[in-house]
């Protein structure tokens, strides 16, 4: 069975930092797709940042030079790098995996922004 376990949001001041962990339990994460996705109140769930099979990574045009996404094969652990936060990163953040067309998730956890 595979298993998402995230950690590591909170309520952080505006220009501050935080450092999501997503734990990965059930199937080997090297040669996945493996990223995070975020949803505000009323809003979509959106991707913020992905490493994909061949390691090349993507980040959502608001977090770029903001949020640095990696990947720990070894440790089976995916992390999220977010620095000089704003209100708007306010949501909660999911850790994804698809692998061969199949998609898993985390529980989710609660990241805000506010001062």
């Known amino acids: 069975q595979v298993q998402l376990v995230e950690s590591g949001g909170g309520l952080v001041e505006p220009g501050g930092s935080l450092r999501l962990s997503c734990a990965v339990s059930?199937?080997?994460?090297?040669?996945?797709?493996t990223g995070w996705y975020r949803q505000a109140p009323g809003k979509q769930r959106d991707l913020v940042a992905n490493?994909?099979?061949?390691?090349?990574?993507k980040y959502a045009d608001s977090v770029k030079g903001r949020f640095t996404i990696s990947r720990d094969n070894a440790k089976n652990m995916v992390t999220l790098q977010m620095n000089s936060l704003k209100p708007e990163d306010t949501a909660v953040y999911y850790c994804?995996?698809?692998?061969?067309?199949?998609?898993?998730w985390g529980q989710g956890t609660q990241v805000t922004v506010s001062s």
């Open positions: 059930g199937m080997r994460i090297m040669y996945t797709s």
């Open positions: 994804h995996v698809e692998n061969w067309g199949s998609h898993y």
């Open positions: 490493i994909d099979s061949g390691a090349r990574v």
